[in-house]
């Protein structure tokens, strides 16, 4: 089992450009999460997704959308990046029977 | 709604010595609260939690917390550091564990060992 993974695991963006970061779980896991990570504030949540189907938005939403695009794979878009946007991504991925979210290992974002 | 602080955004020790990191939450409900440790350019990984039951869990690497309700609490212990323990250790608490369930989490504390 590869757990969590993320992808790509570095990336510089230039003001206004997009992208989209992707997760994928090999857990059959039902409920996948999106956080950014800026130092002095913890994990902040983005978006999630419940099941296979919907998605909810978290603390943090604006400037991002997501897409559960299957029970495996969860992904995030940045239509025009800012330099706010600059931090660390998770993604992590949780069982419906359980309380405990399993992580990737993160995406370092840079936004120019 | 549900909150975490944890005191202190950084805590240095000595190998050998007492690890004490502090977390105090808020919740409207009975909490299930959890610890996570990162290590350098790494994910995060549970290092234990708390959900009904024994208020003192015990984690991996010889971590244990104490559930305390009259406080609001739930520091983290390990008797003795190690250079290995190392890290940022983030509390998080969370309200539910339905489908929609979510983690709130602490700003963190990074621990430094020294020797």
């Known amino acids: 089992n590869a757990g969590v993974t993320q992808t790509p695991k570095f990336q510089v963006l230039k003001t206004g450009q997009s992208m989209t970061l992707q997760c994928a779980q090999d857990m059959n896991h039902n409920s996948m999460y999106w956080y950014r990570q800026d130092p002095g504030m913890g994990l902040r949540l983005i978006y999630y997704s419940a099941s296979e189907g919907t998605t909810d938005k978290g603390e943090v939403p604006n400037g991002y959308n997501v897409s559960r695009l299957n029970k495996r794979e969860f992904s995030l878009r940045l239509e025009s990046a800012a330099p706010s946007q600059t931090s660390v991504y998770f993604c992590?991925?949780?069982?419906?029977?359980?309380?405990?979210?399993?992580f990737g290992p993160g995406t370092r974002l840079t936004v120019l | 709604a549900q909150s975490v602080t944890q005191l202190g955004s950084h805590v240095s020790v000595s190998e050998g010595a007492l690890v004490l990191l502090r977390c105090n939450y808020s919740?409207?409900?009975?909490?299930?609260l959890f610890w996570y440790v990162q290590y350098p350019n790494q994910g995060l990984q549970l290092l234990l939690k708390?959900?009904?039951?024994?208020?003192l869990v015990k984690g991996i690497n010889g971590f244990e917390a104490e559930f305390k309700k009259s406080e609001t609490s739930f520091h983290l212990t390990k008797p003795s550091a190690h250079m290995s323990d190392a890290a940022e250790y983030f509390c998080?608490?969370?309200?539910?564990?339905?489908?929609?369930?979510?983690?709130?989490f602490g700003t963190g504390t990074r621990l430094q060992v020294t020797l």
């Open positions: 708390y959900t009904t039951g024994a208020t």
């Open positions: 992590a991925s949780r069982a419906g029977w359980t309380d405990t979210q399993y």
């Open positions: 919740s409207s409900v009975p909490p299930y």
């Open positions: 998080a608490v969370t309200r539910n564990t339905g489908t929609a369930s979510k983690l709130t």
